[in-house]
């Protein structure tokens, strides 16, 4: 429902032209600053301290984990059997939603962007730190570190995570858009690419979920 609250959202230049697109299309003043993802924070944070502004984090609130963890009971209801879950992170919204869910009952594994280990190095170092911010997802997988409230529930009950590197990921898009017509962006594809590519092989008989996100693409452009 729409309820006529204006809203202004921060981006990057990287973001594709379908997000942005889709942003203006639903009413946003949509603000392009800088061009990467910590640019657009930068700019956001800057006028949340001027104006006193309600602030919507992307992925770092509360609220906003909240959220994204309802999809663990959307799954837990659809498919109850599955062992291990493969997530995408990038600031790391969804997979402490799904974590926290799950509290450690299934395994959940991350899936990063080789050109983007947020959530990799913050665990290797113990804390959030910063990392590459590249790669062909960099549109949504690359906030430069990973959330300090996903940190802890992350460290806690996100069993490992597995880099794939932007072949991969490329590869496949383009299988989901041709064999299912499943229209989805980088980030989107980024955990089944784990699967496609043999980043992470599943043993005998374990059951795996997969989570795919995002569809902000054109999807004819995948038809070769």
Known sequence: MKRQVPAKIFGPRISSPAKIARIRECGADLVIEGERYADALAACENLLQKSGAMSIHAYDQDETILGQGTL???LAEQAPEIDTLLVAVGGGGIIAGLAAWYAGCIKVIGVESSAAPTL?????????VDAEAGGVAADSLAPRRIGDRVFPIAAKYVREVRLVAD??????????WQTLRIAAEPEGTAAFSALLSGVYKPKRGERVGVVL???NTTAVSFDR
């Open 213 to 215: 996100s995002g569809g």
């Open 167 to 176: 072949d991969a990921i490329i590869k496949s898009q383009t299988a989901l």
């Open 72 to 74: 663990g009971l959307e």
């Open 120 to 128: 990799k190095k913050a665990l290797a170092a113990g804390r959030p």
